[in-house]
Structure formats: C-alpha cells, structure tokens
C-alpha cells in the first residue's frame, strides 16, 4: 500500500446518483487486482472535513492504458465532493489495500452474486476471469431498479453470461437475485462462488449454501476507519471450527472472506 495521486480521466455519470470515476495510475494497475480497494481523501488541498477517507472498491483496470476505475453511489459529503471533480483534477488516495482474490488455474466455473454497488469489486473479477480464458463465469447481478442500467454496457464488453434482477422489473427480470440463486442451485453444483452486496442479501446466500459443497466467497463491506488495520473499526466475526470464534479486520485480512464462516449477529 502507498499513498498516491492520480490524475482524473473521467467521471462519469451513469445515473441521478451513479458515477464511474477513472483514474490514472500505473502503480495500480501493476499491483492491483480483485478484491483490492483504495482509500480515497474526500476534500481538496489542507481541508480535513470529512476526516476519514473513503474506501472503493476497484471496478476495473486498463493496464494498456494505466487506468483504473471506481463505481460509486453518492450518499454523503465525501461522494459529493467526488462526484464534482473533473477530467484533470488530482486525486489524493491510498492503495492497493486489502487482500487480492487469486482464482485457481483450475478454478472454471464461476459464478458471481452482486447486490446493488456490490457489483464493483466482482465487476473487475469477472475482467480477471475473462482475461484468463475462463469459459464459464455468470453474473446474476440484483437491483431495487433501473439505476445500475448504464453498467449492464460494461457487463457486455466483458462477454460473460448474466441475468440482471429489479425488485420493481425495470431492468432485466422482475424479482430478486437471491430467489434465482436458490431455485437454480443444482444448475451451480460445480460452481464456486463470489458474492458482494448488502447484509441481508448474504445472509440469504450463506443460508442457501449452508451444506452444500460450493466454495463461497463474500467480499465484505464495512464502514473504516483507518483502513489498515490499526484502530480494529471493521472487524468481522468468524468461525473458528465448531465452537469457537474470532474476530478479523475486512480492511487488513479481508475483504474476501469464505461466507459459511461469516457470524452475522
């Protein structure tokens, strides 16, 4: 991990509240891959407000062009502040942090759960998965509605099977992505598993898996602090065998955790 600075190629709006972020850097691009995420300063020059940086999730990487990209939603003054910046503004950011996902040279079939602005991290996955000449990757991707439907282009490029979900059927199929993993589960038997979203979506995926063979990985989101593992503000707690449990860092030991030992309270 290094602190960094990048110059804006593009923030674009993809919906009232969507943005993709580009930015320029090789150091990224050289030591980054999925799973990682960057700590993001959220305020020009000296201003400290808001004090604590941002983490994002790494969306996709040009390493041709030494580009990396970040999908946010605005929600607070820090994504605010981001989302004004402009091609040619700098920006102030620490990374690559956490732990990368390294899938097996035998590892084939691959099937992907995103919930919502969970897509990010698996969106650059699936562009890993796909760059190794992995056949069989499926995205089932699940939203409230049509907000995420500028990302289903970036779905497109990646040429990796998908179904997309909208509790409203705005986009895709009217439904949710949790209902389709369950009542397709035989169709995934030899699949292993990558999954990001909200709480209650992961929850319902670890309860569908709970006895079944399948690998499962979740890709935990939670609120930092510092983001490596000093001030313990993302800790997870995890099973440890039968009995016992402990607690791990998402920012340092994450964020890639296997689901079936994750302890929801």
């Not at 994504?79 to 950011?93: A, C, N, P, Y």
């Not at 009542?183 to 670890?206: A, H, S, T, W």
């Amino acid at each position: 991990m290094k602190l960094l600075s990048g110059e804006i190629i593009s923030n674009e709006k993809y919906n009232d509240n969507l943005y993709k972020m580009d930015v320029f850097s090789p150091y990224i691009c050289k030591n980054a891959t999925a799973g990682h995420f960057i700590n993001i300063k959220c305020s020009a020059g000296d201003i400290m407000q808001p004090l604590l940086r941002r983490p994002f999730s790494i969306f996709s990487i040009e390493e041709k062009f030494n580009v990396f990209s970040i999908l946010y939603v605005v929600r607070g003054a820090g994504t605010r502040f981001m989302s004004v910046l402009e091609r040619g503004d700098i920006l102030d950011f620490a990374g690559p942090m956490g732990n990368g996902i390294i899938l097996g040279r035998d590892e084939e079939n691959i099937l992907l759960i995103g919930g919502g602005i969970g897509i990010a991290p698996l969106n650059l996955l699936a562009e890993v998965a796909a760059g190794a000449g992995k056949k069989n990757v499926f995205f089932a991707a699940g939203f409230k509605d049509i907000s995420f439907k500028r990302w289903e282009k970036d779905l497109l490029e990646l040429r990796v099977r998908y179904s997309i979900f909208t509790e409203d059927g705005s986009l895709g199929e009217r439904g949710l992505v949790t209902d389709y993993v369950r009542d397709n589960v035989k169709d995934f038997e030899e699949y292993n598993v990558y999954c990001c979203g909200p709480r209650d979506m992961l929850k319902e995926i670890q309860n569908i898996y709970s006895g079944k063979k399948n690998r499962v990985i979740a890709l935990l989101e939670e609120r930092m602090a510092c983001g490596i593992g000093v001030c313990s503000g993302c800790v997870v707690k995890i099973k440890k065998g039968k009995r016992k449990t402990s607690y791990m860092k998402v920012c340092q030991d994450g964020p890639a955790f296997n689901l079936k030992e994750v302890v929801f309270d």
